[in-house]
């Protein structure tokens, strides 16, 4: 071997940018410090869910990445940019998403009707692609407040997906959802990691749903991270299992 080709081989790769990278934010309600120097990153293509007891900071985090919340210190960089006092409007713009409980906004309205009105103002008119990609095209003309409860869940995925955001996040997506509507609407968030390209970032209750399906787990407590990872590295960390996973595991 030569000299040149040693040194070729010995070349690391550059580390690719994450899509989503969060440094030393800190996010304070008052007095009170809801998240102290939390630093994460998220992959391009990641399927990656963020765990913690209650109170951990979790909602806080993901209003510091959509905007619904301006962090006290630190940097958010999406794509490279700095988002952290960007407003909510101008982060969808660049491809940040969140999915909000919106069924109940029109319950009036049918699913279609629903997902037309969201995508005529995001100028996305592909709502027969979003409502295919969540299982929804036979639901397409029925009232959306009258549809069964996980099925509610999913239009609300599926009107996040509008506009084709880049980073889709959702907190706590599955809850009130029976373990058979969970499994579905993991396997739909799944398929569109997979797919068609999602970068999600996800806050869940359900330990297992997260384990089972998230490629990359992060596990906040007391506003900071406890550690985050591959899911496999951090299921089976001691102080993720002590801390957390208790009993459980
Ligand atoms: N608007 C608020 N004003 C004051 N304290 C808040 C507010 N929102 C959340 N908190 C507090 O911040 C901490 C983190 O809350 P949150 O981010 O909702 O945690 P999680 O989603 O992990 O349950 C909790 O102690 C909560 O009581
Ligand atoms: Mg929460």
Redesign the pocket.
């Given at each position: 071997m030569t000299a040149h080709h040693a040194a070729t081989v010995a070349t690391p790769l550059p580390e690719a940018q994450p899509l989503l990278a969060v440094r030393d934010v800190t996010v304070r309600?008052?007095r009170?410090t809801?998240?102290r120097d939390v630093t994460l990153d998220v992959r391009e293509g990641a399927f990656h869910g963020v765990i913690?007891?209650?109170?951990?900071?979790?909602?806080?985090?993901?209003?510091a990445v959509t905007g619904s919340r301006r962090p006290a210190a630190g940097s958010v960089l999406f794509d490279g940019r700095e988002i952290a006092r960007s407003r909510i409007a101008a982060r969808r713009r660049l491809g940040i998403s969140r999915s909000f409980q919106r069924t109940s906004i029109f319950p009036e309205l049918t699913v279609g009707e629903q997902l037309g009105l969201v995508g005529d103002h995001l100028g996305d008119q592909d709502v027969d692609a979003v409502l295919e990609i969540m299982s929804l095209a036979a639901l397409r003309d029925r009232v959306a407040g009258t549809i069964a409860y996980g099925d509610q869940r999913r239009v609300d995925i599926a009107l996040a997906l509008l506009g084709k955001p880049r980073l889709l996040v959702l907190?706590?997506p599955a809850a009130g959802l029976s373990v058979e509507e969970t499994d579905t609407l993991f396997e739909h968030l799944r398929t569109l990691v997979r797919e068609r390209g999602v970068t999600a970032l996800v806050?869940e209750h359900d330990v297992d749903a997260v384990f089972a399906s998230c490629d990359t787990v992060t596990v906040?407590d007391l506003?900071q991270v406890l550690r985050s990872g591959d899911a496999r590295t951090v299921r089976s960390d001691p102080a993720v299992i002590a801390a957390y996973l208790g009993s459980a595991a």
């Open positions: 309600y008052g009170f809801a998240l913690g007891p209650n109170g951990a900071g979790k909602s806080t985090l993901m209003d907190d706590e806050v906040l506003g």
